[in-house]
């Protein structure tokens, strides 16, 4: 994993970074002109604060350690689609499959750390922080891939906290037409649980609910994240 700073980066930092390269959108951040609409002071602060962080020098050179950082931000905003899984996303980079370039939301839109982190490290560590991805499926789970739940079943898993066990997924496609949520080839979000050892997957957009296969959920998260499946081994 490479952690490209030891600091977090709030969001005029990230877009004063991001016009190194004409960049004025950066996917899931706060807009850009939010901030311009509070002044320059907003973006002086940032400036400021980038200098202190050894990113750009006091007469407004990038350093070495600067490039590495805008080039990663280079490729999350050339990304052509984005996955969020709880507060991290992910963008794709077309310089290099193995690679993921992941922005961790450390408070909500507003403070963010940058990694680039290889495909594989990446799964290990969603297994480590979601032992969900890790779960044996019980026996019963090798004859379907998923069942949509009865009325019953539906209105109590509705009622049910699943606390920190929850897993959110949502898929961006940004090259499919049109960007609105109602287009699943656009995006889509799925929120991911266990109940009494049953695997629940909740598609938010359509408010369906279904009991799902350990098999079908891995291949939504693998096929998403585009990651080889020999990796599961």
Known sequence: MTQLSTDAFNVPELYLLAAAFG????????????YQLKGEEVFE??????????????DGKITKA????????????QSKKYVRINNIMFAFSDHNDDELILLVELEEKSLYKLFVVSKAIVLKMLGEKFPIILREPQEEEKTF???ELSNQDRHDTE?????????????????NQPQEATNPSFYQQ????VKEEKLLMVDTVKRKYYHASQYWFLKVLFDEMEFPYKEAK
């Open 23 to 34: 960049g004025n959108v950066l996917f899931g951040l706060p807009e850009k002109e939010i």
């Open 45 to 58: 602060e940032a400036h400021n604060r980038l200098i202190e962080k050894q990113i750009i020098t006091p």
């Open 66 to 77: 600067g490039a590495i950082i805008i080039q990663a931000i280079e490729y999350y905003h």
């Open 145 to 147: 891939l998923k069942e």
């Open 159 to 175: 009622q049910y906290d699943p606390g920190s066990s929850l897993i959110n997924l949502e898929f961006f496609h940004l090259d």
């Open 190 to 193: 799925w929120l991911a649980f």
